[in-house]
């Protein structure tokens, strides 16, 4: 009947593949990288990470990316840059209305120094910013979102590092892992009631057509797949056990993976965080070639992953941080009510934990020994 009135012109099936938003978590923690100066600068990851991009970015047109800063005691967006736009009062001149420019918020800034992708110079090390006063020249033979994410990236990266004062950090050598996380994850569920938003807004079938592709999962439109990946180069990050462990399980209420790139350092979090969602969790033996291990173990999304064998963590490090020391524990005391892993009293909800004799040796009752029959011989 579909055939005969026509219905079946406005059934909508989708065999496209569905779209993909990549949310990549860059440590951006200046110790770290000053480390890493003769083995990997910050300005050749950030070139590696680009073709990542531009990948990621070919694979679909519908594709999307996310990149978050995850600096020494904050956490801003890379890309896309959070711009306001003012807009101004029309100019009246002889009589008439002159509309003003208007201000695009993709359009570059030639003006704004940026990062080069080259290298140190001159002796600079590689992890500072150098200044470009230059225009950069727009190419046509290069695809505009490629370039625009581009220069986003090295604009906003280059502003970061120098506004971060030098007394700044001096007093702290940790990265806000946990705050990057859930900036991304607010930017992964507003992009995905958007989409969702738009798909139902745009779709307009009719009652029979509806009826019939109500099971046909087909004509379903597809949903955003996200996953997060970071890029880590710190290491002890103990102090924010709390505000990490509510990201990973949200993370994993959400079926979003989190993906681990550890180039330098050792964290027992980030493990964890990989392990719960289904993520790839790898350390770099050699950081050179960061450009192969993220095409190799990073690029391809969850569908992708059900055909192939993805790198995993042979051994997990399960253990917790201790409230009052900050430390990784082997073994701790766990508060009844609020279940953190604690020493005498909770830091959380002040209950003062009965330790009792803890650590004494047990009383141990000695066996009675049986006393022998003696019997006869012969």
Same mark, same amino acid.
């Given at each position: 009947?579909?055939?005969?009135?026509?219905?079946?012109?406005?059934?909508?099936?989708?065999?496209?593949? /569905?779209?993909?938003?990549?949310?990549?978590? @860059?440590?951006? %923690? *200046?110790?770290?990288?000053?480390?890493?100066?003769?083995? +990997?600068?910050?300005?050749?990851?950030?070139?590696?990470?680009?073709?990542?991009?531009?990948?990621?970015?070919?694979?679909?047109?519908a594709n999307k990316v996310a990149i978050i800063a995850s600096h020494t005691q904050r956490a801003e967006f890379l890309y896309p840059q959070s711009t306001s736009i003012t807009a101004a009062p029309p100019s009246h =001149? %002889?009589?008439?209305?002159?509309?003003?420019? #208007?201000?695009? $918020?993709?359009?570059?800034? $030639? =003006?704004?120094?940026?990062?080069?992708?080259?290298?140190?110079? %001159?002796?600079?090390?590689?992890?500072?910013?150098?200044?470009?006063?230059?225009?950069?020249?727009?190419?046509?033979?290069?695809?505009? /979102?490629? =370039?625009?994410?581009?220069?986003?990236? +090295?604009?906003?990266?280059?502003?970061?590092?120098?506004?971060? *004062?030098?007394?700044?950090?001096?007093?702290?050598?940790? #990265?806000?892992?946990?705050?990057?996380?859930? +900036?991304?994850? #607010?930017?992964?569920?507003?992009?995905?009631?958007? +989409?969702?938003?738009?798909? %139902?807004?745009?779709?307009?079938? #009719?009652?029979?057509?509806?009826?019939?592709?109500?099971?046909?999962?087909?004509?379903? *439109?597809?949903?955003?797949?996200? =996953?997060?990946?970071?890029?880590?180069?710190?290491?002890?990050?103990?102090?924010?056990?709390?505000?990490?462990?509510?990201?990973?399980?949200?993370?994993?209420?959400?079926?979003?993976?989190?993906?681990?790139?550890?180039?330098?350092?050792?964290?027992?979090f980030l493990q964890q965080a990989s392990d719960a969602t289904r993520g790839v969790y790898m350390k770099l033996e050699h950081p050179q070639g960061l450009l192969q291990y993220l095409m190799m173990a990073f690029l391809?999304?969850?569908?992708?992953?059900?055909?192939?064998?993805?790198?995993?963590?042979?051994?997990?490090?399960?253990r917790a941080a201790c409230f009052c020391h900050r430390r990784v524990v082997d073994v701790g005391f766990v508060c009844i009510f609020c279940s953190p892993p604690e020493g005498a009293t909770c830091l959380t909800c002040?209950?003062?934990?009965? @330790?009792?004799?803890?650590?004494?040796?047990?009383?141990?009752?000695?066996?009675?020994?049986?006393?022998?029959?003696?019997? $006869?011989?012969?």
């Open positions: 009947m579909n055939a005969v009135d026509g219905s079946e012109h406005y059934e909508k099936t989708s065999d496209e593949p /569905p779209p993909s938003l990549l949310t990549i978590i @860059l440590d951006t %923690n *200046p110790h770290a990288w000053a480390l890493l100066a003769d083995t +990997l600068p910050l300005s050749k990851a950030i070139a590696n990470l680009l073709v990542f991009i531009n990948a990621h970015l070919a694979f679909n047109y =001149r %002889n009589g008439s209305v002159k509309d003003p420019d #208007t201000e695009m $918020p993709d359009a570059p800034n $030639p =003006r704004k120094p940026s990062l080069t992708l080259h290298g140190p110079s %001159n002796g600079a090390p590689a992890s500072l910013p150098r200044s470009n006063t230059t225009q950069p020249t727009d190419d046509a033979n290069k695809y505009r /979102p490629f =370039r625009l994410i581009s220069e986003a990236l +090295l604009s906003s990266i280059t502003s970061l590092l120098t506004a971060t *004062p030098v007394s700044l950090l001096a007093s702290t050598h940790t #990265t806000s892992i946990a705050g990057a996380l859930t +900036l991304a994850l #607010t930017h992964i569920n507003k992009q995905t009631l958007l +989409l969702s938003f738009s798909t %139902n807004s745009s779709s307009t079938v #009719t009652p029979a057509a509806n009826s019939s592709s109500a099971d046909d999962p087909t004509a379903r *439109p597809p949903s955003l797949q996200s =996953r997060i990946l970071i890029l880590s180069v710190s290491g002890d990050l103990a102090a924010q056990y709390i505000p990490l462990m509510n990201n990973i399980f949200a993370s994993q209420r959400q079926a979003i993976p989190i993906d681990i790139c550890k180039i330098a350092g050792d964290t027992v391809p999304d969850q569908t992708s992953r059900q055909s192939l064998v993805a790198p995993t963590a042979v051994g997990v490090d399960f002040g209950t003062h934990l009965h @330790l009792g004799d803890y650590g004494a040796k047990p009383a141990v009752v000695s066996r009675k020994k049986k006393k022998r029959k003696n019997r $006869p011989e012969g």
